[in-house]
């Protein structure tokens, strides 16, 4: 530790990072921890598919999650491995001192940050927009930060402390060339990661257990979270909108608000339906390599249909995302691209439910 008035340094280390298009800033960020551990991302973040809703509850942000895991966001996340998280703020009278006590225990920060201040993101002194980085390294001497972000146009190296300071406390006002990700404050918070599990490579039983517990799921049968009792078919017992019975009503809703000309539902639609799309997309990337591994083409089939749901939520969220000015146009194209989305986790489920059937009776 250094000594009182000495100025504090931690050598930043070589981040590996993982992006995809369809991935967010939150799933980024986890996997650039995740690989500093020694874990494979796909195989952490790429088991879980599902659906959970918390109406009333999405947040401007383009790290959105709706976390409903004792564990928190990333007991959502990373269902199947022991991995805990929580929103943490440092005290105010020193920032630098305690986040330079997270580093030199070996601790990544996933830091909040409004990309108004980051010098090198196009968002630059243009539009705010809350963001994550990886915060790995710092040099109060020269007095910069150490961050990585795989997000294009991708960063990994220094920035200086003061526009970071700035990005990392802002208030992150309402935007109108971003509305989707501005009006929510930042205020200095940090995603703190707790991984207790030894990462081994993904064995066939962990992929049927993968497979039973995310059909369980999507039917509304089962629990999607540690802790949660599911007392019907669509809800569970926090009033989550759960599995195909509560996309079935998240989606009617939807469509009927729209064609009120109720705009809100179509501007939380951008940021919630953003993990699922990012979701739908790894688990299809990991059941590609799993027919592969174990020479299993009908995982490569369930795969492609985990695809379309990342598809289908693209094209939902984009087309509501220009919809929100006039949410009553196009009221037909939405209930289409409901339908297709629906459609895509029912194809999955049911490509579940055989190969579970062909397992057994084999």
């Keep these: 530790m250094p000594r009182p008035n000495e100025l504090r ?4 280390r070589k981040l590996e990072q993982w992006y995809h298009d369809p991935l967010n800033c939150l799933h980024t960020t986890v996997a650039t921890v995740l690989m500093a551990r020694g874990a494979d991302p796909l195989q952490v973040l790429g088991r879980n598919l599902g659906f959970v809703h918390l109406p009333g509850e999405v947040t ?17 996340l990373a269902p199947f491995h ?6 943490w703020r440092p005290d105010s009278h020193d920032v630098i001192g305690q986040l330079y006590e997270a580093l030199v225990q070996d601790e990544l920060l996933v830091a909040a940050v409004d990309n108004f201040h980051l010098p090198y993101r196009p968002a630059f002194h ?8 990886v915060i790995d390294g710092l040099d109060e001497g020269r007095q910069t930060l150490s961050i990585s972000d795989a997000q ?32 929510s404050g930042i205020e200095y918070r940090c995603l703190r990661i707790t991984i207790d599990d030894d990462f081994h490579p993904m064995t066939h039983d962990e992929l049927r257990l993968t497979i039973e517990t995310n059909l369980a799921g999507l039917s509304g049968q089962g629990q999607r979270a540690p802790d949660l009792a599911v007392t019907d078919a669509s809800t569970d017992s926090a009033g989550a909108l759960t599995g195909i ?22 501007s939380d639609l951008y940021a919630m339906a953003w993990p699922l799309q990012a979701q739908g997309f790894m688990h299809g990337r990991l059941l590609t390599w799993a027919s592969a591994e174990w ?27 220009h919809l929100v000015e006039t949410p009553q146009q196009q009221n037909s194209q939405l209930r289409r691209r409901a339908q297709q989305l629906r459609q895509a986790y029912e194809t999955t489920a049911y490509l579940y439910e055989c190969w579970i059937s062909a397992e057994g009776a084999a």
């Design 9 to 12: 340094t931690f050598q930043a």
């Design 60 to 76: 401007s942000e383009e790290f959105y999650y709706p976390a409903t895991s004792p564990n928190g966001v990333l007991g959502d």
């Design 82 to 87: 022991g991995i805990h998280s929580r929103w």
């Design 126 to 133: 243009d539009v705010h927009a809350a963001h994550l980085v």
């Design 152 to 183: 294009p146009p991708v960063w990994r190296g220094h920035v200086e402390l003061a526009p970071f300071l700035s990005a990392w406390g802002s208030a992150n006002p309402a935007d109108e060339q971003d509305a989707f990700f501005s009006s």
């Design 245 to 266: 019975p509560g996309l079935a009503v998240y989606l009617d809703e939807l469509v009927a608000a729209a064609a009120d000309g109720k705009a809100e539902a179509l």
């Design 295 to 321: 020479a299993d083409p009908r995982l490569a089939v369930i795969g492609r249909s985990s695809h379309a749901i990342a598809s289908a939520w693209t094209n939902l969220r984009v087309l509501g995302a």
